[in-house]
Antibody, heavy 118, light 107 residues
Framework: EEQLVQSGAELKKSGESLKISCKAS????????IGWVRQMPGKGLEYMGL????????RYSPSFQGRVTFSVDRSMDTAYVQWNSLKASDTAKYFC???????????WGQGTMVVVSS | VVMTQSPATLSVSAGERVTLSCRAS??????LAWYQQKPGQAPRLLIY???SRATGIPARFSGSGSGTEFILTISSLQSEDFAVYYC??????????FGQGTKLEIK
């Protein structure tokens, strides 16, 4: 079964760094782009960008460029998103999703809730 | 590309036929997906390519449209269909975007 499993919830303080993960299984990790999507409490889905595990080519939405960094560990079939200095406004649930051959997002992780206190 | 969904909320009864609208600020051809999200869950792909049902999606869900106007139709609403629905364009590489969502609630 094709699956993305994300790391657990995080409680952090403003200014701290954070890296959350998304582990793939059931398919060839390096051949599908992985997207990241933010959902702030009670709000809709916001596209953050994608990364191609095959060569770590990363593309960012302008709203998130410079605020987050995508990376992968091909040996672990895992994608990451990291923040160097969190803000309270980063409080949200973050989803990873696989971009299918048709370019929609067909497999989703369960989400990682990040709470940043000021 | 800005995606605009309407209405924001729709109050409906089980068994009704429902149509949800999604409009793109410029043509996205047929590169349009629909997702369903229930509280506390990840989104689930329903429709891709504007009109193709994803694996395992019941036939009561159908998508139509191209260019800038798209419709998601649920032919006979079931209790498990009460959720939030999002459209997403994947035409503008790599600047994909989602609509703001339409919430289906019980009348």
């Amino acid at each position: 079964e094709e699956q993305l499993v994300q790391s657990g919830a995080e409680l952090k303080k403003s200014g701290e760094s954070l890296k959350i993960s998304c582990k793939a299984s059931g398919y060839t990790f390096r051949t599908y782009w992985i997207g990241w999507v933010r959902q702030m409490p009670g709000k809709g889905l916001e596209y953050m960008g994608l990364i191609y595990p095959g060569d770590s080519d990363a593309r960012y939405s302008p709203s998130f460029q410079g605020r987050v960094t995508f990376s992968v560990d091909r040996s672990m079939d895992t994608a990451y998103v990291q923040w160097n200095s969190l803000k309270a406004s980063d409080t949200a649930k973050y989803f990873c999703a696989r971009r299918s051959g048709f370019h929609d997002f067909d497999v989703w992780g369960q989400g990682t809730m990040v709470v940043v206190s000021s | 590309v800005v995606m605009t969904q309407s209405p924001a909320t729709l109050s409906v009864s089980a068994g009704e036929r429902v149509t949800l609208s999604c409009r793109a600020s410029q043509s996205v051809n047929n590169k349009l997906a629909w997702y369903q999200q229930k509280p506390g869950q990840a989104p689930r792909l329903l429709i891709y390519g504007a009109s193709s049902r994803a694996t395992g999606i019941p036939a009561r869900f159908s998508g139509s449209g191209s260019g800038t106007e798209f419709i998601l139709t649920i032919s006979s609403l079931q209790s498990e269909d009460f959720a939030v629905y999002y459209c997403q364009q994947y035409s503008d590489w790599p600047l994909y975007s989602f609509g703001q969502g339409t919430k289906l609630e019980i009348k």
